[in-house]
Each structure stands twice: as structure tokens, then as C-alpha cells.
């Protein structure tokens, strides 16, 4: 016997999915007919959402997902990070760099845990909370493939983000509503990809297993 569930939350839910989907919004008609309801249904959702932030209005009368959400989200990032952290750890002191875990925050790669390794004279300073654009550097380029839907296995970048400085990131798959990538980075020459490659990859899966 199928679970008993809400329509009016689950419409809800699907308003918020089908807006954050959209780069430019949409209006009340495009709306309904994303859903397949008629706008009298979506009124009222869309009341509901608006009044606790989820949901906002701009002056062209187009819907976006609301600042609300953030509030929401802001909760899911130490898990990500209680979860990632081990698994960095033990990448970083393997191979000697700084490992860390990147999450797509709209078209901006947010990193959003950084683990440097334990015994290098040196190694890359990577700052938690730091942003760049999802097109540049390896961690954003990696939540590209996945964003694209392929089965390419990790990207790899040189001086992309900071002069001299080379990244390999593979992304984090089969976590539903996740966009993230497990990478690393090094100033010490090129990347050993047969070495390091392989080991990232590891990671990722390691990292996704977690959060399953």
C-alpha cells in the first residue's frame, strides 16, 4: 500500500524545484504550466512560500526561489563537511596536497571544507568560504561534468585560478540535489594524473558513499 502523502506539500516542494531550475524566473502562467495546475493553485502556493522567504517576486512580477532558502541550506553544509573532512584528510597526507571539497552555489563554485596535508614543508593555502566561477579552476569544471551529465572522470586545470598553481577535481556523484566535487591543489609542478588521478576519484566515490 503506497505511503499516504500531501498533494498541497508536495506542490509546494515541485514550485521551489521547477523556480530553482530557472535562470530568469517565471511568471504565475509559466508557473502553472510547469506543474500542470491551474494559476489559482499556484496563488496560493506561491502566498504560502512568500510569506516564509522561500519564494520572492521581482518588479516584473517574475518568481525566483527566496532568500529563505539559505537559511535552509545553511543547515546541510556541516554535514557536508563533518562527512567530507575524514575522507580529505587521509587524500591530503597521500599525496602531499591540499585537498578540499567544493559545492556549486547558483554559477559559483563555494569551497566549503579545505584540508591541508600533515607533514609538507609546503603547500597551497586554500581558504574555507572562498568563491570562483564554476568555468574556471578544476573543483568548478568538475561540477561542470556533472552538471552535463557525463561520464568524464575528473578535470584538471593549471594556473586557471592563481599563477603556477595546478588542480585536479572529480565530482561527487549519485547524491541527489548535490553538485560538488572532491579536488586538489599543488604549487609543486605539474600533476602525476596516473598517480593522483586515480586517488581523487577514490575520494569522490568515498565522499558520495558518506552522504548517501
Known amino acids: 500500500m503506497a505511503a499516504e502523502t500531501s498533494q498541497t506539500l508536495d506542490r509546494g516542494l515541485r514550485v521551489l524545484e521547477v523556480l530553482a531550475e530557472s535562470s530568469d524566473g517565471m511568471t504565475v502562467t509559466e508557473l502553472a504550466a510547469a506543474l500542470g495546475v491551474n494559476r489559482t493553485v499556484v496563488y496560493r502556493l506561491i502566498s504560502t512560500l512568500e510569506q516564509h522567504a522561500l519564494l520572492r517576486r521581482d518588479s516584473r512580477g517574475r518568481l525566483s526561489v527566496g532568500l529563505g532558502i539559505l537559511h535552509l541550506a545553511s543547515a546541510v553544509h556541516p554535514l557536508l563537511r563533518d562527512q567530507a573532512v ?98 586538489i591543489v599543488t604549487l609543486d609542478g605539474a600533476i602525476d594524473e596516473g598517480v593522483v588521478a586515480p586517488r581523487v576519484v577514490a575520494a569522490a566515490e568515498q565522499v558520495a558513499d558518506r552522504l548517501r
Not at 88 to 112: F, K, M, S, Y
Not at 130 to 135: E, K, T
Not at 156 to 170: C, K, P, R, Y
Open 86 to 183: 575524514p575522507v580529505l584528510r587521509q587524500l591530503a597526507d597521500a599525496i602531499g596536497c591540499t585537498a578540499h571539497l567544493t559545492v556549486a552555489d547558483g554559477d559559483e563554485a563555494l569551497a566549503l571544507a579545505v584540508v591541508e596535508p600533515t607533514w609538507t614543508d609546503f603547500h597551497v593555502a586554500y581558504r574555507v568560504g572562498s568563491r570562483h566561477p564554476l568555468s574556471h579552476g578544476a573543483a568548478g569544471k568538475a561540477i561542470g561534468i556533472l552538471r552535463r551529465g557525463d561520464d568524464t572522470p575528473y578535470a584538471v586545470t593549471t594556473g586557471e585560478l592563481q599563477s603556477g598553481a595546478h588542480g585536479l577535481a572529480a565530482p561527487v556523484r549519485g547524491v541527489e540535489g548535490l553538485q560538488a566535487s572532491v579536488g
